[in-house]
Nanobody, 122 residues
């Protein structure tokens, strides 16, 4: 079992930045590929970004490419989501997730954290 705790959400103006953190406890963090998803009101949960267990590979959804990055620190059991040039359409609850596999669909995730709210005002 692994527990994931996301934090760092808040209210920010359009064009601003936020950094989300997800701290893992339990089983060895560095075994997991990590991902962020988000869910806006009335919408399906969608993939945002992912990083391989080693940090050597990263993947991004088209709407966030060039604005978001997903670094990880295996020594601190933490994965981040650095969000720059935020837009009102980025408003959502953001969830971190862990998987042993390399598929980034939400049904492929093995563990989920509780979400953190990000609100971007125009």
């Amino acid at each position: 079992q692994v527990q994931l705790q996301a934090s760092g959400g808040g209210l920010v103006q359009a064009g601003g930045s936020l950094r989300l953190s997800c701290v893992a406890s339990g089983r060895t963090f560095k075994r997991f590929n990590m991902a962020w998803f988000r869910q806006a009101p009335g919408k399906e949960r969608e993939f945002v970004a992912a990083i391989s267990w080693s940090g050597s590979s990263t993947y991004y959804a088209d709407p966030v490419k060039g604005r978001f990055t997903i670094p990880r620190d295996n020594a601190q059991n933490t994965v981040y989501l650095q969000m720059n040039r935020l837009k009102p359409e980025d408003t959502a609850v953001y969830y971190c997730a862990a998987t042993y596999g390399g598929r980034w669909a939400k049904d492929a995730m093995d563990y989920w954290g509780k979400g953190t709210q990000v609100t971007v005002s125009s």
